[in-house]
C-alpha cells in the first residue's frame, strides 16, 4: 500500500497521512520519508503531510465526540467506573494531549478520547495542527541535513 500510496506523490501523501492519524494502523511517517525521497518538493511535503494528518486527527477526534458512554459499556464492555478514571487522567493533561496525537498507536486514542471527554474542540485543533506540523518539520529537516543518506547502501 505504501508503494501505491508514493506513486501518486502529494495526494498519496495527504490520503496516507489522513489515513494514518485514523484508527487505520498505518504508518505516515515511511510514506512521507518516501516522497521527500521521491523528489516532491519539501515544503509542499510539511503542508500537505500535515493537513492530512491533522484532518485525519480531527476525524478522530470527532469519531470520539460522537461516542456515547453506553455504547463503549455495551460494546467495549468497558464500565463506567473505568471511564471515569479515564476521565480524570484526561482531565489531568487535558488538551495538552492533544500536541502527542502524532504518535503512532496511542496517538490515535488521544484524539479519540479528547473528543469523548470533550475536551475544548478549538484547542485541541490547534494543538492537534502544532504537534502534527512540528513532527513532519523535524522529518524535513532531517531529511534536508541528510538527504539521500537516509537510504541504506545497495
Not at 484508527?23 to 515511511?30: C, G, R, Y
Not at 493537513?51 to 460494546?75: D, P, Q, V
Request: aromatic share 16%; proline share 4%; charged share 15%.
Amino acid at each position: 500500500m505504501l508503494d501505491f500510496l508514493q506513486s501518486y506523490g502529494l495526494l498519496g501523501l495527504f490520503l496516507g497521512s489522513f489515513l494514518a492519524a485514523t484508527v487505520v494502523p498505518f504508518s505516515s511517517d515511511a510514506l512521507y520519508a518516501g516522497v521527500l525521497l521521491a523528489g516532491c518538493p519539501p515544503v509542499a511535503c510539511l503542508l500537505v503531510g500535515t493537513l492530512g494528518n491533522w484532518l485525519g486527527s480531527l476525524t478522530s477526534f470527532a469519531i470520539g465526540w460522537l461516542g456515547k458512554w453506553e455504547w463503549i459499556e455495551r460494546w467495549l464492555h468497558v464500565s463506567r467506573e473505568k471511564l471515569e478514571r479515564q476521565r480524570h487522567r484526561i482531565d489531568r493533561w487535558g488538551v495538552w494531549l492533544a500536541l502527542l496525537t502524532w504518535l503512532p498507536f496511542v496517538g490515535d486514542v488521544f484524539a479519540i478520547a479528547l473528543g469523548f471527554y470533550r475536551i475544548s474542540p478549538v484547542k485541541s485543533g490547534l494543538f492537534m495542527l502544532l504537534g502534527k506540523f512540528l513532527r513532519f518539520l523535524c522529518w524535513t529537516l532531517l531529511f534536508h541535513l541528510t538527504g539521500w543518506s537516509l537510504l541504506p547502501s545497495v
